[in-house]
């Protein structure tokens, strides 16, 4: 659907279809946020039944100022420029960020938030779901609560829909993404409308002088309502993470003329039938439409979370590779499910411990008023990642003032952090959830890196330099057999562990050989042409690096058969690729904590094979073993 998007940019496409699909991909988590936000956060101020009007209108002033404040100044107006060739998303940025700083403390502080942000978005991504449909079935309540029953088994088949279907692909059911959201929105608008109506006093709570009272005059209240106020704001991330599919323009108009406005104008609602009957309460989304549509908006609320999963989903697949790409992530199973648009993957292993996850969030919170607690702290701990990062891209990448970028980011870093610290005192009621999450897979990642850091060391410590090796081949007895054999090396100095294991133990060398190289750069995509670079290095000896973005899946034997030009005739079918397999050992003096080695090897151990990884025909490769000691 990205690449569609990208067509349909490139070609004149209709600016209607362009911003169907922003509306469909982008703005589908933050679009179902009005299914359980009022109902969170005023939930806080209501005593044995009642609700004061100046709880309403502040609690109300707050929403709307945070779409206004985090989504529309921060995101809109200033993270979305800062793109990384195109691209956006936390690690998109953390890749900006270290790129402009010196090699040292500061470049492996900023790749340290990066990874916890990017840990922290796969968290949400877990709860997004889970949340999002039960909320949304939650509405069979107001319908009959009989049905009370009916919900948790109903979300639960719901869920397992969206799982299943994952393996086929988003691309089909994309097609109605955009228009059912833009039905949804326009649902939001109207029935926001509709609760203005009844209590018209609730517009004042567009100034943002109530909010600023109700901070001044209930500190401590206000503080504690942000950690339920900041799920107005839970998806404003994908605005980043997705403005390469679309680009800026699309997503900002969208935002602007569509979005916004039927959020602002729903939460308003809202507060205006609270405001003349606080029992709504109980679930003031439903209750704000009339008896004759809620079970109709039970349909389309459900589709809306449906979508809202299915972007976090697919964006938590997108995660992982670009993981992959940059090293933190042993290989996984990645599937392409179009033919012509390289966004759309499955990565199987991913999709199960999601699956898994939202199972037994359902399971154990039961009700989106539980999973509220939980939710929140993923979403606010990437915020502040974002605004940390963003301080260095904006001082060091586009060049601004120090004043300048104290003045935003700063701002921005102290909201995010008043918003993260009031999620803090939900960790009791279920905001360890997130946290456990996030902390699991930031120590899996950053163990991933530092053992193949050391692999990497003690390999480039035992190997021959490249050159040292072809100053000798013309006066070995080396026996040169007809064929093509290419050699995957990590390091382009120095000779692939599996070539001289080959000469050990079968004392020959293929007339054509090739030392392959593939690297991923910092930025999103490598242009076709700067993929390869062919170096003759001898008679019939050939170094090739192929380079790719960290957004790419590698390709090896159609990187190959690209390379007639070069002079290099290498036809998969008929070349042998010899790879290296290590099998990792403890050393004598370890140079990790023993659980990290373990945790290590065990991911080593799963890890998808080189074979599997750069699609190389497997009955045309040879693999070598090697015990490395680290």
């Known amino acids: 659907m990205a690449a569609s998007a990208a067509k349909a940019r490139g070609s004149g496409s209709p600016k209607v279809a362009l911003l169907l699909g922003v509306l469909g991909v982008v703005y589908g988590d933050i679009g179902t946020s009005p299914l359980y936000t009022m109902k969170a956060s005023l939930g806080l101020f ?3 039944g009642a609700l004061s009007a100046s709880d309403v209108l502040g609690v109300t002033s707050l929403v709307v100022w945070s779409l206004i404040l985090i989504v529309t100044v921060k995101y809109i107006g200033i993270v979305t420029r800062a793109d990384n060739k195109g691209e956006g998303g936390i690690l998109a940025l953390m890749a900006l960020a270290t790129r402009a700083l ?5 470049r492996h502080a900023a790749t340290m938030v990066g990874i916890a942000g990017a840990s922290l978005f796969v968290g949400d991504g877990a709860i997004t779901p ?3 449909v039960l909320s949304a079935i939650e509405g069979l309540e107001v319908v009959n609560p009989a049905l009370h029953p009916f919900v948790v088994p109903l979300s639960v088949l719901v869920l397992v829909g969206v799982f299943a279907v994952q393996y086929r692909g988003s691309g089909k059911v994309g097609l109605v993404y955009g228009p059912v959201t833009f039905v949804w929105f326009v649902t939001l608008a109207i029935l926001g409308v509709r609760g203005i ?3 018209p006093p609730i517009l004042a709570a567009v100034s943002p002088t109530y909010a600023v009272w109700f901070f001044v005059n ?4 206000s503080f504690v309502a942000l950690g339920a106020i900041v799920l107005a704001v839970t998806g404003a991330e994908a605005l980043y993470a997705d403005m390469g599919h679309f680009g800026r323009r699309p997503i900002v108009q969208a935002w602007l003329f569509c979005v916004l406005p039927a959020l602002a104008l729903n939460y308003v609602g809202q507060g205006a039938l609270l405001l003349a009957d606080a029992a709504a309460l109980e679930n003031p989304f439903y209750l704000l439409a009339p008896s004759w549509f809620r079970l109709p908006l039970v349909f389309l609320a459900t589709a809306a979370t449906i979508i809202a999963s299915q972007a976090m989903i697919t964006g938590a697949f997108s995660i992982a590779r670009q993981m992959m790409q940059l090293g933190f992530c042993p290989r996984l199973t990645v599937r392409h499910t179009s033919g012509e648009e390289a966004g759309q993957i499955y990565i199987p292993q991913v999709n199960a411990m999601l699956f898994i996850g939202v199972m037994l969030l359902v399971a154990g919170f039961r009700a989106s008023e539980n999973l509220a607690a939980a939710y929140g702290i993923a979403v606010t701990g990437t915020f502040v990642c974002t605004s940390l990062l963003g301080l260095v891209v904006a001082r060091r990448v586009l060049g601004w003032s120090t004043a300048k970028t104290v003045a935003s980011f700063g701002l921005f870093l102290v909201i995010d952090l008043a918003f993260f610290a009031s999620n803090l005192l939900k960790v009791p009621e279920g905001g360890w959830v997130p946290i456990l999450i996030g902390v699991t897979l930031f120590t899996l ?8 850091d050391l692999l990497f060391e003690k390999w480039r410590a035992d190997s021959l330099p490249l050159a040292s090796f072809l100053a000798r081949l013309p006066k070995s007895r080396t026996i040169r057999v007809p064929g093509t054999a290419v050699f995957m090396t990590g390091n382009p100095d120095y000779v692939p562990g599996a070539l001289l294991h080959n000469l050990k133990h079968n004392k020959v060398l293929h007339e054509k050989v090739i030392f392959l190289t593939v690297l991923t750069e910092e930025v999103p995509v490598v242009p076709p042409e700067q993929r390869a670079t062919v170096e003759e290095l001898a008679p019939g000896i050939h170094r090739v ?4 973005g960290f957004m790419e899946s590698p390709n090896i034997p159609r990187a190959l058969a ?3 030009d070069e002079g290099i005739e290498a036809d998969p079918m008929q070349v042998s690729f010899f790879l290296g397999r290590e099998s990792v050992v403890p050393a004598a003096v370890p140079k990790m904590s023993r659980w990290r080695h373990w945790l290590f090897m065990v991911m080593a151990r799963n890890a998808v094979s080189a074979t599997e990884f750069f699609r190389i025909p497997s009955d045309r490769v040879v693999e070598l073993g090697v015990r490395v000691a680290i």
């Open 562 to 564: 690209e390379l007639k």
């Open 545 to 548: 690096i192929l380079r790719y």
């Open 197 to 199: 109506l009844l209590a």
């Open 445 to 452: 990642l950053t163990s991933w890196r530092r053992g193949r």
């Open 46 to 48: 209501a005593r044995d």
């Open 218 to 221: 209930h500190p401590l209240e």
């Open 130 to 132: 889970a949340i999002s």
């Open 102 to 106: 010196p090699q040292g403390r500061l």
